[in-house]
């Protein structure tokens, strides 16, 4: 069972599925696999009406954000980022490396009428940027990734905000008042002892959640989001090891590959300023936003001990330009079928595959960094 809670392996699971989607999108034998991703699936006694391709990115997937949130809470309250100065660093580089790309976007496209893509390379891919720092940023210190696991958290929470305020044309704000108590009785079932009932109505409730803020126009990961913070240490902890391997083995390569299921456009007829902009304002805006806004709260934190290194700043910024399917969601949302959406999905693919590279690059070099250190350490004991 080890292996199957091996973060390295459900990275390699997850760029092998992101890889297999996209090669299939794009044969002809197997293009009919994007049609079959966009039938709906409705479930009309729920209200609910998804095609496939959303009920692994908005249902599977907010398994991954529930055990994303239980580990986040752990850092906070026992772990690297457990002291509020601590905490606050990648919160302000979370927004610094918001603002920067959506700038960086604007400045490039003047064009008011292109203007609703600014949030496209505002986002991090969670999954994909800690499969790449499980990948290659061997030797790291843990802080790292709990830094890179609170920004992309972070990140898609203002991500889920920016949806809500600027592409959400119904909220219903009913279900999502409904949403809170019944998250509220599931954290508070989490507090007793892991019982066969206990469990079964936990489940029930967490269904309730996603169900409810799904109703409400909301992204409904941010249900997996809530019901994980929530949580009770013991209760966290039995469900983390009970969901790990399946999110590991099916919830993530299944969402990679689904995601990953885009057809890439003919752009033999020229490319707009959105397509530049993004391509630009995700590995460069992502990288200068974050690094600047950490080193500034980094600063403000105090004690040195409290204090990010910049080498190790550079790193999480390296990777947090891997926007990938959240991109693609933003992408979608602002320009429609357009010829501009076709345009801006080559745009982010392209924008993540240089972070990939860029941040891939930069995590091993820091990597090998801290492993020569400890050896010259060794050394000399």
């Known amino acids: 069972m080890k292996l ?29 696999l994007v049609d079959l991703s966009a039938v709906h699936l409705p479930v009309p006694w729920l209200g609910l009406d998804l095609s496939v391709r959303h009920w692994v990115t908005d249902g599977l997937l907010a398994i991954f954000f529930f055990l994303a949130a239980i580990e986040l809470k752990h850092e906070l309250t026992g772990g690297e980022l457990s002291s509020a ?14 603002i920067v790309p959506a700038a960086l976007f604007l400045l490039l496209v003047r064009d008011p009428a292109l203007a609703d893509g600014w ?121 983390r090891h009970a969901l790990e391997p399946f999110s590991n083995l099916l919830v993530l390569p299944l969402f990679a590959f689904v995601a990953a299921l885009v057809v890439i456009p003919d752009a033999s007829g020229g490319l707009s300023p959105v397509f530049w902009a993004i391509v630009v304002a995700l590995p460069v805006g992502k990288l200068v936003g974050i690094t600047g806004a950490g080193m500034i709260a980094s600063r403000l934190a105090g004690r040195r001990e409290e204090r990010m290194p910049a080498g190790d700043l550079v790193v999480v910024a390296g990777l947090g330009g891997i ?5 693609l969601l933003m992408n979608e949302l602002a320009y429609g079928g357009s010829e ?41 004991s």
């Open 4 to 32: 199957l809670r091996n973060e390295r392996l459900s990275a390699v699971l997850l760029v092998l599925a992101a890889a297999a989607g996209l090669l299939l999108a794009n044969l002809r034998a197997t293009s009919g």
């Open 85 to 98: 100065r601590r905490a606050l660093v990648p919160a302000v580089a979370a927004v610094g490396g918001v």
């Open 119 to 239: 949030p496209i390379p505002t986002a991090t891919d969670v999954a994909f940027a800690l499969g790449a720092l499980a990948i290659l940023g061997r030797g790291l210190p843990t802080r790292i990734r709990a830094f890179l696991l609170a920004l992309a958290v972070i990140d898609d929470l203002i991500a889920i905000l920016v949806i809500a305020a600027f592409f959400t044309s119904e909220l219903s704000p009913l279900p999502l008042l409904c949403a809170v108590p019944v998250i509220l009785l599931f954290g508070w079932l989490s507090r007793g002892t892991g019982s066969p009932w206990r469990t079964a109505a936990m489940v029930v409730l967490a269904l309730g959640a996603w169900i409810l803020v799904a109703l409400s126009g909301i992204h409904p990961t941010i249900a997996g989001v809530a019901l994980g913070l929530v949580m009770a240490g013991g209760g966290a902890a039995r469900a």
């Open 323 to 327: 926007g990938f399917t959240v991109s």
């Open 340 to 380: 501009i959406a076709a345009e801006g999905t080559v745009a982010v693919l392209i924008g993540s595959a240089t972070a990939l590279v860029v941040g891939g690059a930069i995590t091993a070099v820091r990597s090998a960094q801290y492993r020569r250190g400890r050896a010259v350490s060794r050394s000399r």
